[in-house]
Protein backbone atom coordinates (compact mmCIF):
# COMPACT_ATOMS: atom_id res chain seq x y z
CA UNK A 1 0.00 0.00 0.00
CA UNK A 2 1.49 3.39 -1.30
CA UNK A 3 1.14 6.30 1.43
CA UNK A 4 -0.52 9.10 0.11
CA UNK A 5 1.19 12.52 -0.44
CA UNK A 6 0.67 15.57 1.21
CA UNK A 7 1.81 19.15 -0.51
CA UNK A 8 0.69 22.78 -0.13
CA UNK A 9 2.28 23.70 2.98
CA UNK A 10 4.80 26.84 3.75
CA UNK A 11 5.27 29.69 5.77
CA UNK A 12 2.24 32.37 6.00
CA UNK A 13 1.54 35.09 8.08
CA UNK A 14 -0.91 35.07 11.04
CA UNK A 15 -4.49 35.64 9.18
CA UNK A 16 -3.34 34.49 5.49
CA UNK A 17 -4.03 31.21 4.08
CA UNK A 18 -3.24 28.30 2.38
CA UNK A 19 -4.71 25.24 0.48
CA UNK A 20 -3.21 21.69 1.41
CA UNK A 21 -3.69 18.68 -0.86
CA UNK A 22 -3.11 15.39 -0.48
CA UNK A 23 -3.09 12.46 -3.32
CA UNK A 24 -3.88 8.54 -2.86
CA UNK A 25 -3.07 5.98 -4.54
CA UNK A 26 -5.39 3.36 -5.46
CA UNK A 27 -9.29 3.42 -3.88
CA UNK A 28 -8.42 4.13 -0.73
CA UNK A 29 -9.77 7.34 -0.37
CA UNK A 30 -12.93 6.38 -2.48
CA UNK A 31 -14.60 3.79 0.04
CA UNK A 32 -13.46 5.22 3.21
CA UNK A 33 -13.80 8.27 5.54
CA UNK A 34 -10.75 10.99 4.78
CA UNK A 35 -9.40 13.31 7.08
CA UNK A 36 -6.59 15.78 7.73
CA UNK A 37 -4.66 15.36 11.15
CA UNK A 38 -1.67 17.72 12.74
CA UNK A 39 0.80 17.05 14.64
CA UNK A 40 3.15 18.70 16.61
CA UNK A 41 6.25 18.23 17.78
CA UNK A 42 5.95 15.23 21.33
CA UNK A 43 2.16 14.92 20.63
CA UNK A 44 -0.09 12.48 19.07
CA UNK A 45 -1.52 13.47 15.74
CA UNK A 46 -4.79 15.54 16.30
CA UNK A 47 -7.66 15.02 13.85
CA UNK A 48 -8.21 18.64 12.20
CA UNK A 49 -11.30 17.63 9.42
CA UNK A 50 -13.14 14.64 8.37
CA UNK A 51 -15.07 13.46 5.55
CA UNK A 52 -17.18 10.34 6.41
CA UNK A 53 -18.33 7.62 4.02
CA UNK A 54 -21.56 9.57 3.54
CA UNK A 55 -19.68 12.87 3.12
CA UNK A 56 -20.76 14.37 6.42
CA UNK A 57 -18.06 16.64 7.60
CA UNK A 58 -16.71 16.84 10.87
CA UNK A 59 -14.27 19.20 12.05
CA UNK A 60 -11.52 19.90 15.04
CA UNK A 61 -12.71 22.52 17.59
CA UNK A 62 -9.96 25.11 16.41
CA UNK A 63 -10.72 24.15 12.67
CA UNK A 64 -14.37 24.96 12.93
CA UNK A 65 -15.37 28.32 10.39
CA UNK A 66 -12.02 28.30 9.30
CA UNK A 67 -11.25 25.28 7.78
CA UNK A 68 -12.77 23.54 4.74
CA UNK A 69 -12.14 19.71 3.68
CA UNK A 70 -13.25 18.42 0.13
CA UNK A 71 -12.82 15.47 -1.89
CA UNK A 72 -12.40 15.28 -5.40
CA UNK A 73 -12.84 11.42 -6.20
CA UNK A 74 -12.08 11.91 -9.76
CA UNK A 75 -8.56 12.76 -9.16
CA UNK A 76 -8.24 10.65 -6.22
CA UNK A 77 -7.09 14.12 -4.01
CA UNK A 78 -8.59 15.17 -0.34
CA UNK A 79 -7.90 18.88 0.13
CA UNK A 80 -8.16 20.94 3.01
CA UNK A 81 -8.11 24.97 2.46
CA UNK A 82 -7.19 26.70 5.83
CA UNK A 83 -8.25 30.30 5.95
CA UNK A 84 -7.42 32.97 8.68
CA UNK A 85 -4.42 31.46 10.27
CA UNK A 86 -3.06 31.20 13.19
CA UNK A 87 0.65 30.71 15.17
CA UNK A 88 -1.04 27.70 16.96
CA UNK A 89 -2.34 26.51 13.47
CA UNK A 90 2.06 25.44 12.99
CA UNK A 91 2.07 21.58 12.74
CA UNK A 92 2.95 19.29 10.75
CA UNK A 93 -0.52 18.00 8.40
CA UNK A 94 -1.50 14.32 7.29
CA UNK A 95 -3.83 12.86 5.53
CA UNK A 96 -5.13 9.53 5.71
CA UNK A 97 -8.48 7.62 6.17
CA UNK A 98 -10.89 7.99 9.05
CA UNK A 99 -10.45 6.40 11.38
CA UNK A 100 -6.75 6.94 10.35
CA UNK A 101 -4.66 3.67 9.25
CA UNK A 102 -1.25 3.15 11.16
CA UNK A 103 0.08 2.20 7.84
CA UNK A 104 -1.13 4.54 5.79
CA UNK A 105 0.66 7.87 7.54
CA UNK A 106 2.79 9.78 4.74
CA UNK A 107 5.40 12.34 5.40
CA UNK A 108 3.22 15.03 5.77
CA UNK A 109 3.61 18.82 4.61
CA UNK A 110 5.11 21.80 7.57
CA UNK A 111 2.73 24.24 7.63
CA UNK A 112 4.33 27.48 9.73
CA UNK A 113 2.37 30.26 10.81
CA UNK A 114 4.70 33.06 11.57
CA UNK A 115 5.08 36.71 11.18
Known amino acids: QVQPVESGGGLVQPGGSLRLSCAAS????????VAWYRQVPGKQPDLVAA???????IYGGSAKGRFTISRDNSKNTVSLQMNSLKPEDTAVYYC?????????WGAGTQVTVSS
Open 96 to 104: NTYPPVKEY
Open 26 to 33: GSVFKTNG
Open 51 to 57: LTVGDST
